[in-house]
């Protein structure tokens, strides 16, 4: 079962289970996912993550086994307005998610998480590395974790906790990509400028302690991250222990960086300075020594303009 599996990253993770071996529910309430998105072999519940009952019922149901747990908000900035409506919504609901599994029949669960967990960060990060979130919707990550941790032994379950980095880019299948643009995500916001007639972009800040005074962010292709998701559970499934991974590149790009090499793909582009935003740290990349080591995963789609460009490939459908 894939709570989110009508959004961005669930509808890729979708597209790489191999449907002969694997039954597919999606579980997603639509808020921010959509229909055209939901994978075709798979079955599809409109289903809350807040409701409890429903929860239940669907994992009982469908016996399912292995869960990909992704349904969240995640607009930083709205969630620095609208507390209680992320925490009801990312940490409630994942209670209810891991309740849901008593007496159940699941093994595993793989959790989305976020490299916000680990706040400002001089360097590459490490998973060991102690967690200080400081925007909000960060912290509802944070608390997430934590519960997917406790309650292992209660209900049963090993567990895969991936902290993504900033994630971007487009399926190369070119049918699914990213929906969402009020999430605030820069390669995204590049891609629907890409289509304007007097194309805008805006820069938070440039007065961060960085290189060029602009934030720094490691920028990993979707579908490498998909295939992270297969490996992790392929490898919780059988030697059933619990993991934490970081999920990025393990390189840093700055705002401005990605602006340029934009600006000579769309040269009539304005570049705006803004304040910065509440919530954004100055610079956060990934130590993925692990990630390889563990599940001898390798990038394959490392190249950010190929990221660039496959975002705008797929902002096309869009407009
Ligand atoms: N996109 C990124 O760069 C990034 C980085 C770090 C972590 N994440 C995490 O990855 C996950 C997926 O993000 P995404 O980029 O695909 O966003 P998305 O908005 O495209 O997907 C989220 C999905 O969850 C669903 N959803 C939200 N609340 C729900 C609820 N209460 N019940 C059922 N479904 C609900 C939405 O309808 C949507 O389909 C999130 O947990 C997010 O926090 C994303």
Redesign the pocket.
Known sequence: MI??G?????SHIAERINTNKYNVII???????RKKLINKKAKFVK????NLKQLSNTIKKNDISLIIH?????NIAEAEQKKGKYFK?NVG?TLNLVKACENSGVKSIIF???CSVYGNINGAVKEKHKLKPKSYYAFT?FKSEKIIEKYSSKYNYNYAILR?F??AGASPSGKIG???SS?G?LIKNLAIQYYKKNPRVNIYGNDYNTKDGTCIRDYIHVTDLANIHIKALKKISSNKKSLILNCGYGKGYSVKEIVNIFKKIKKNVKVYKQNRRKGDVAQIYSDITRLKKVLKWRPKFNNIKFILKSSINWEKNEN
Do not use: F, P, Q
């Open positions: 709570t989110g009508a959004g961005y990253i669930g579980y997603d309430n639509l808020v921010t996912g289903g809350d993550i807040k992704l349904a969240a908000y995640l919504n609901g989305s998480s976020s990550k993504y900033n994630v990213e929906i969402e999430h995500h």
